[in-house]
């Protein structure tokens, strides 16, 4: 499979960002559906394309999803993936985090890291930080509270830039208050 990342613009053509984002539910997102005006207002605010963020379409055959990148003027810039539902566990979520890593790295020579979060039920997005070499670092309990009233705990994975070009993966000292 043959995926190409290609950058977004939504300022000069909103709609296909607003389809796909009000098109299904997104169940690991704070804002699990996305109504038309909400989708308007993140592009509007340039949650998607501005100095901060940058993002860019995941392109099969078909448009099948969408990668965020956030914070990238700051030490160690976020990000965010959306894969849309029919093309899940296929492969593309560890395709996607493994461009994008390279992407940040090789763009901004300064950062010596990159971060993500998740619900600690995401078992699939928790598999592709492990896969593409990000270590757990961070548990916070009971830090997300969900749209249907539950609460869950927030899961924070991160890479080393040293980690990423010596294929290795340095993990936390945890056990650090004898
Ligand atoms: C999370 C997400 C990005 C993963 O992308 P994906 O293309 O489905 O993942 P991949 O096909 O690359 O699979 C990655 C791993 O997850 C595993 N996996 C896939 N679905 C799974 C499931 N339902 N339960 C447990 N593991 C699962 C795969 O087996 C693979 O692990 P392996 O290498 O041990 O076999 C995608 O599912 C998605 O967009 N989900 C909705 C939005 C979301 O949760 N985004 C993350 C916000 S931080």
């Avoid at 690991?28 to 949650?47: M, Y």
């Avoid at 810039?77 to 994008?100: K, M, N, S």
Wanted: negative net charge; charged residues 35%.
């Amino acid at each position: 499979m043959d995926i190409a990342f290609r950058r977004l613009r939504p300022s000069s053509d909103p709609e296909p960002l607003i389809r796909f984002l009000t098109g299904e539910s997104w169940p690991f997102h704070s804002v699990s559906e996305v109504d038309r005006e909400t989708a308007r207002q993140w592009i509007a605010d340039g949650r998607f394309d501005n100095e901060e963020n940058r993002s860019f379409w995941i392109d099969d055959d078909d448009t099948v999803g969408l990668v965020r990148l956030m914070d990238l003027t700051d030490d160690t810039p976020l990000f965010d993936l959306r894969i849309r539902a029919e093309h899940r566990g296929r492969g593309i979520g560890v395709r996607a985090v493994t461009w994008l890593t390279r992407y940040l790295f090789e763009e901004l020579p300064d950062i010596r890291r990159v971060e993500g979060t998740t619900r600690q039920d995401n078992r699939p997005m928790r598999r592709v930080f492990l896969r593409c070499g990000y270590a757990k670092e961070a548990h916070y309990r009971e830090a997300w509270p969900a749209m249907d009233g539950t609460v869950h705990d927030t899961v924070g994975y991160a890479i080393l830039r040293r980690d990423w070009l010596s294929g290795t993966v340095t993990v936390p000292e945890w056990d650090d208050e004898k």
